[in-house]
């Protein structure tokens, strides 16, 4: 995704450059610029800017930007919620309704499961210290893997030693992924929880059927409710990837020993509002 920014629509507002997750949005003398090696192409920089000063330079595609609608439900509503998610990375201090987190848990407990099993746990941390505890450690776990990155000659020794599977830790996306999440972390930027009020650990029993899956399906049911409810969230691999290989810090906060934590959700009310809906591909259908 090629993006250009018009410098006679641009106001310098800034909200282009807080939103990127990839820190590819930066102002320099007074222009914003953006960067192409690390873009998701997620397209919240051109969701964000008020002035519409940002623009994608490749032709139209059928589904290209197009406002958003209030998501509702059937089938049309449906998509309209689903359509309209983005993952939210800036949130309001304000504490999540308790009653709003239990809506949410009700909702995954009708996930799919393989053989029905309903393995799904769930985690949740709302006080802050403890959920700055926990980044501490998780930070400390990238500190590690960054070093090894480092270390060419031993590097997959200590990946290995980190609990890391090398497929996922030597990903050229984690490789030039993980340097930028501590120089953010040492600029004092949350890469990881961005301090969202609430972090629901998603976790299940290794020896049930398809956990991964499970955890999974829950994850996307829990976004989808917290979208119903005015809530943000974030999926975070971060934090899950650290809490895969640390089984300490696992026990620590009382997972039970056989349990693998698959994914991590920061949730919040939004800090930042999407006006546009960035598009996708097209599905890659093979129709026979
Ligand atoms: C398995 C998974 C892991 C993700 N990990 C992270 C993460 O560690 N940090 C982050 O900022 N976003 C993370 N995301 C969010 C994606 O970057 C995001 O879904 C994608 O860029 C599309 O943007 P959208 O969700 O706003 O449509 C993750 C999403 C998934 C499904
Ligand atoms: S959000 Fe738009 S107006 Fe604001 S700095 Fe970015 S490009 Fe400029
Ligand atoms: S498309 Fe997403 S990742 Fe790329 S520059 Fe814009 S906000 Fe950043």
């Given amino acids: ?3 250009s920014v018009d410098p006679d629509l641009c106001n310098l507002c800034g909200v282009c450059v807080l939103t990127c997750p990839a820190d590819m949005v930066r102002e320099k003398q007074g222009r914003i610029k953006i960067g192409r090696v690390m873009c998701l192409e997620c397209g919240h920089c051109v969701a964000v800017c008020p002035r519409g000063a940002i623009s994608v330079e490749e032709p139209p595609r059928d589904d290209d930007f197009a406002e958003p ?6 089938p049309e509503m449906l998509r309209r919620l689903l359509v309209s998610r983005r ?9 999540v309704r308790r009653q709003d987190l239990e809506q949410m848990l009700d909702a995954a407990r009708w996930t799919p499961t393989a053989a029905n ?5 769930f985690t949740i941390i709302t006080d802050p210290e403890k959920r700055e505890a926990l980044a501490a450690r998780i930070v400390q776990f990238y500190r ?10 031993h590097c997959a020794e200590r990946l290995a030693a980190l609990g890391l599977d090398p ?8 490789q030039a992924a993980v340097p930028a999440f501590l120089r953010n972390t040492d600029a004092g930027r949350d890469r990881l929880f961005f301090q969202a009020p609430a972090v629901i650990l998603v976790h ?3 020896g049930a059927v398809l956990p991964e899956a499970a955890c999974a399906f829950a994850t996307l049911i829990l976004v989808l409710m917290a979208e119903t409810l005015g809530l943000g969230t974030c999926i975070t691999a971060y934090a899950s990837e650290a809490l895969r290989a640390l089984p300490d810090l696992r026990a ?7 349990h693998q934590v698959y994914y991590v959700l920061t949730v919040g009310y939004p800090g930042e509002e999407f006006r546009l809906i960035p598009p996708r591909r097209p599905a890659q259908v093979n129709w026979l």
């Fill in 1 to 3: 995704m090629r993006l």
């Fill in 69 to 74: 609608e209030a998501p509702l439900i059937p």
């Fill in 87 to 95: 993952s939210v990375r800036r949130y309001l201090s304000r504490p």
């Fill in 117 to 121: 099993c309903q393995c799904q746990s």
């Fill in 144 to 153: 590690a893997y960054n070093e090894a990155l480092q270390d060419r000659e």
């Fill in 167 to 174: 497929a996922f830790a030597l990903h050229p996306h984690m």
């Fill in 204 to 206: 299940a029993d290794t």
């Fill in 252 to 258: 620590d906060l009382g997972l039970p020993t056989s």
